[in-house]
């Protein structure tokens, strides 16, 4: 594969939510993945396979879905990281850092991925802002579902 092709296939995203509650407890809510469907929309379901490994299908604006495994790699609540391997349509890591900020939680989201599914793999190119744009809208969704999820305690 060449290395404009890896690029084409691969997307690194940076998120940041400011949430008023405690980091304890937003740590504690990201860390219950299976729960995730309940607050984020866009989390269609989440299946737990074993202690540190599940099976998760999203679906934002566009109409598909991504299947991942997910896999714990780490989960320290002193420093606040959770972070997880990903495989299926998409390969790679994603990682929340939770950490006191504003009078409340500053939630750090990243992600380094490469798609995997064809679909999406054939449409690289001219597809690739319309991707980047459903991961914003998923993101978006995402900090507003928790929001809301944390206000009802």
Do not use: C, I
């Amino acid at each position: 594969m060449s290395d404009w092709s890896g690029r084409l296939h691969r997307y690194r995203f940076r998120s940041e939510w400011l949430l008023p509650a405690p980091p304890t407890v937003v740590y504690a809510v990201l860390e219950r993945a299976e729960a995730y469907p309940r607050w984020w929309p866009q989390v269609r379901e989440v299946t737990q396979v074993d202690d540190r490994t599940g099976l998760a299908r999203f679906r934002s604006w566009l109409p598909y879905d991504l299947t991942v495994t997910v896999t714990e790699r780490t989960r320290d609540p002193g420093a606040g990281v959770l972070e997880v391997t990903l495989a299926g349509d998409m390969g790679g890591w994603a990682r929340w850092t939770v950490r006191p900020g504003h009078g409340g939680t500053r939630v750090v989201f990243e992600q380094d991925v490469e798609v995997r599914k064809p679909l999406l793999r054939r449409l690289a190119l001219p597809g690739r802002p319309l991707f980047r744009l459903n991961h914003a809208l998923m993101m978006r969704a995402g900090r507003r579902g928790l929001a809301a999820w944390l206000a009802r305690g």
